[in-house]
Protein backbone atom coordinates (compact mmCIF):
# COMPACT_ATOMS: atom_id res chain seq x y z
CA UNK A 1 0.00 0.00 0.00
CA UNK A 2 1.49 3.06 -1.07
CA UNK A 3 1.04 6.18 0.72
CA UNK A 4 2.01 9.97 0.94
CA UNK A 5 2.41 10.35 5.20
CA UNK A 6 4.94 11.34 7.09
CA UNK A 7 5.36 8.61 9.50
CA UNK A 8 3.80 9.52 12.84
CA UNK A 9 4.71 8.30 16.60
CA UNK A 10 4.44 4.75 16.64
CA UNK A 11 7.67 3.86 14.22
CA UNK A 12 9.32 2.14 16.70
CA UNK A 13 6.16 0.11 17.29
CA UNK A 14 5.68 -0.29 13.89
CA UNK A 15 9.07 -1.91 13.24
CA UNK A 16 8.80 -4.27 16.07
CA UNK A 17 5.38 -5.30 15.11
CA UNK A 18 6.94 -6.12 11.44
CA UNK A 19 5.24 -3.94 9.61
CA UNK A 20 6.71 -2.89 6.05
CA UNK A 21 8.21 0.76 6.30
CA UNK A 22 6.12 1.62 2.91
CA UNK A 23 3.34 1.45 5.41
CA UNK A 24 4.25 3.63 8.33
CA UNK A 25 2.60 6.54 7.04
CA UNK A 26 -0.90 4.89 6.80
CA UNK A 27 -0.51 3.63 10.45
CA UNK A 28 1.84 6.08 12.10
CA UNK A 29 -0.74 8.18 14.02
CA UNK A 30 -2.41 4.52 15.49
CA UNK A 31 0.23 2.37 16.34
CA UNK A 32 -0.43 -1.48 15.56
CA UNK A 33 -3.16 -1.35 18.73
CA UNK A 34 -2.11 -1.74 22.10
CA UNK A 35 -3.70 -5.49 21.85
CA UNK A 36 -1.30 -5.94 19.29
CA UNK A 37 1.85 -5.52 21.35
CA UNK A 38 0.92 -7.13 24.34
CA UNK A 39 -0.04 -10.53 22.51
CA UNK A 40 2.36 -9.94 20.60
CA UNK A 41 2.00 -10.22 16.91
CA UNK A 42 4.46 -9.63 14.56
CA UNK A 43 3.76 -9.55 10.88
CA UNK A 44 5.91 -11.44 8.06
CA UNK A 45 3.33 -10.28 4.99
CA UNK A 46 0.99 -7.52 4.60
CA UNK A 47 -1.74 -7.15 2.03
CA UNK A 48 -5.37 -7.31 1.48
CA UNK A 49 -5.08 -10.48 -0.26
CA UNK A 50 -3.02 -12.37 2.30
CA UNK A 51 -1.83 -11.45 5.79
CA UNK A 52 0.34 -13.40 7.20
CA UNK A 53 1.32 -13.01 11.25
CA UNK A 54 2.88 -15.35 14.43
CA UNK A 55 1.91 -14.78 17.78
CA UNK A 56 3.69 -16.53 21.01
CA UNK A 57 1.60 -19.00 22.81
CA UNK A 58 3.15 -17.92 26.01
CA UNK A 59 1.63 -15.36 27.97
CA UNK A 60 -1.71 -15.84 25.61
CA UNK A 61 -2.56 -19.29 27.50
CA UNK A 62 -5.76 -19.98 29.47
CA UNK A 63 -5.90 -21.79 33.14
CA UNK A 64 -5.24 -25.23 31.72
CA UNK A 65 -2.00 -24.00 30.08
CA UNK A 66 -3.04 -23.91 26.57
CA UNK A 67 -3.55 -20.87 23.95
CA UNK A 68 -6.93 -19.03 24.90
CA UNK A 69 -9.73 -19.71 22.32
CA UNK A 70 -10.03 -16.00 22.62
CA UNK A 71 -6.44 -15.67 21.75
CA UNK A 72 -6.94 -16.97 18.26
CA UNK A 73 -9.70 -14.79 17.52
CA UNK A 74 -7.36 -12.06 18.36
CA UNK A 75 -4.68 -13.15 15.88
CA UNK A 76 -7.51 -13.68 13.46
CA UNK A 77 -9.35 -10.17 13.78
CA UNK A 78 -6.09 -8.31 13.74
CA UNK A 79 -5.28 -9.75 10.03
CA UNK A 80 -8.59 -9.93 8.80
CA UNK A 81 -8.67 -5.93 9.72
CA UNK A 82 -5.58 -4.76 8.55
CA UNK A 83 -5.92 -6.57 5.14
CA UNK A 84 -8.96 -5.37 4.87
CA UNK A 85 -7.92 -1.92 6.07
CA UNK A 86 -5.54 -1.84 3.45
CA UNK A 87 -8.01 -2.93 0.85
CA UNK A 88 -10.16 0.25 2.36
CA UNK A 89 -7.33 2.30 1.24
CA UNK A 90 -6.64 5.99 2.06
CA UNK A 91 -10.12 7.95 3.14
CA UNK A 92 -11.97 4.84 4.25
CA UNK A 93 -12.11 2.48 6.87
CA UNK A 94 -12.74 -1.46 7.55
CA UNK A 95 -15.20 -1.72 10.40
CA UNK A 96 -15.50 -5.96 11.51
CA UNK A 97 -19.12 -7.05 11.47
CA UNK A 98 -18.99 -10.46 11.86
CA UNK A 99 -15.95 -12.64 12.96
CA UNK A 100 -16.74 -16.65 14.03
CA UNK A 101 -13.85 -19.54 14.45
CA UNK A 102 -13.50 -23.04 14.78
CA UNK A 103 -11.04 -24.54 17.22
CA UNK A 104 -9.20 -28.13 15.80
CA UNK A 105 -6.15 -28.75 18.05
CA UNK A 106 -4.99 -27.51 21.51
CA UNK A 107 -1.25 -25.89 21.40
CA UNK A 108 0.81 -25.67 24.40
CA UNK A 109 4.11 -23.99 23.87
CA UNK A 110 5.88 -22.75 20.71
CA UNK A 111 4.55 -19.97 17.79
CA UNK A 112 0.84 -19.99 16.16
CA UNK A 113 0.95 -18.40 12.63
CA UNK A 114 -1.96 -17.01 11.34
CA UNK A 115 -2.48 -16.78 7.15
CA UNK A 116 -5.20 -14.83 6.62
CA UNK A 117 -6.46 -14.93 2.82
CA UNK A 118 -9.44 -12.82 0.96
CA UNK A 119 -12.43 -14.43 -0.18
CA UNK A 120 -14.05 -11.32 -1.14
CA UNK A 121 -12.83 -8.07 -1.66
CA UNK A 122 -16.12 -5.44 -2.65
CA UNK A 123 -16.36 -1.83 -2.26
CA UNK A 124 -18.31 -2.34 1.13
CA UNK A 125 -17.63 -5.92 2.40
CA UNK A 126 -14.44 -8.10 2.44
CA UNK A 127 -14.26 -11.93 4.08
CA UNK A 128 -11.16 -13.29 4.71
CA UNK A 129 -10.77 -16.62 6.07
CA UNK A 130 -7.92 -17.26 8.81
CA UNK A 131 -6.10 -20.25 9.46
CA UNK A 132 -3.93 -21.05 12.11
CA UNK A 133 -1.21 -23.33 12.24
CA UNK A 134 1.56 -24.46 15.18
CA UNK A 135 5.26 -24.61 14.27
CA UNK A 136 4.56 -28.45 12.22
CA UNK A 137 1.85 -26.80 10.13
CA UNK A 138 -0.89 -28.42 11.79
CA UNK A 139 -4.33 -26.37 11.79
CA UNK A 140 -5.21 -25.48 14.82
CA UNK A 141 -7.88 -23.07 14.33
CA UNK A 142 -10.12 -22.08 11.59
CA UNK A 143 -11.62 -18.45 11.21
CA UNK A 144 -13.27 -16.36 9.19
CA UNK A 145 -13.82 -12.31 9.22
CA UNK A 146 -16.26 -9.81 7.66
CA UNK A 147 -15.53 -6.18 7.61
CA UNK A 148 -17.59 -3.37 6.20
CA UNK A 149 -16.03 -0.50 4.27
CA UNK A 150 -17.10 2.94 4.86
CA UNK A 151 -15.95 6.14 4.24
CA UNK A 152 -14.30 8.05 7.02
CA UNK A 153 -15.93 11.30 8.38
CA UNK A 154 -13.61 14.51 7.34
Known amino acids: MKDNFTPGPFVEELTAAGVPEDMHGWLGEYGVGALVVKMGI ?15 VEGNTQVAGILHGGAHVVLAETLGSFAAGMHAGPGRQALGIEVGATHHRAIAAGIVTGTCTAIHLGRTLTTHEIVMTDERGRRLSTARITNLIRDTAG
Do not use: D, Q, W
Not at 45 to 55: D, F, K
Open 42 to 56: HFLEMSPERTVATMP
